[in-house]
């Protein structure tokens, strides 16, 4: 196991685009190895929540559906949303997403490969001030 700490609480954070890339390196270093390996790539963080200010509680559940809808569908443009629009529909810690797309950047079909399987997909809204999302998508 090889964890990456990326940083979303202290600006400047990284771009979806910055970690997006990441995911594709990571995918080109699997690849270059020299025997065949069976590799999981995890990706983590809230989806829309913000804990503290006049928009304490935010959760915008139609946001994160579609943001997991584009994380599936269209991975390459949901690496180009900017960081305001994170915060403007996420809420602050929402920022948090980019973190998603290191691991599907790693995927096959970015790379002109067969799109993934969607093993499983989960969002709920707890009883607390943070949405929870699941997504497990297999390279085909």
Not at 10 to 24: I, M
Not at 53 to 60: Q, V
Not at 64 to 79: Q, S, W, Y
Request: charged share 20%.
């Amino acid at each position: 196991m090889i964890p990456f700490a990326v940083n979303v609480v202290q600006y400047p954070v990284p771009s979806g685009r910055r970690c997006f890339q990441l995911g594709q390196a990571i995918r080109r270093a699997v690849e270059s190895y020299d025997e065949p390996l069976k590799v999981q790539i995890w990706g983590t963080g809230g989806m829309s929540h913000q804990l503290q200010g006049p928009r304490a509680g935010l959760i915008n559940k139609e946001w994160d559906k579609r943001f997991l809808d584009r994380l599936i569908e269209d991975p390459a443009g949901l690496a180009q949303v900017p960081h305001i629009e994170y915060v403007r529909e996420a809420g602050s810690e929402g920022i948090e997403l980019v973190m998603w797309l290191i691991a599907r950047g790693a995927m096959a079909d970015v790379a002109g490969g067969r799109p993934p399987t969607v093993a499983h997909r989960f969002y709920h809204v707890p009883a607390s001030n943070t949405a929870v999302g699941h997504l497990i998508l297999e390279n085909c």
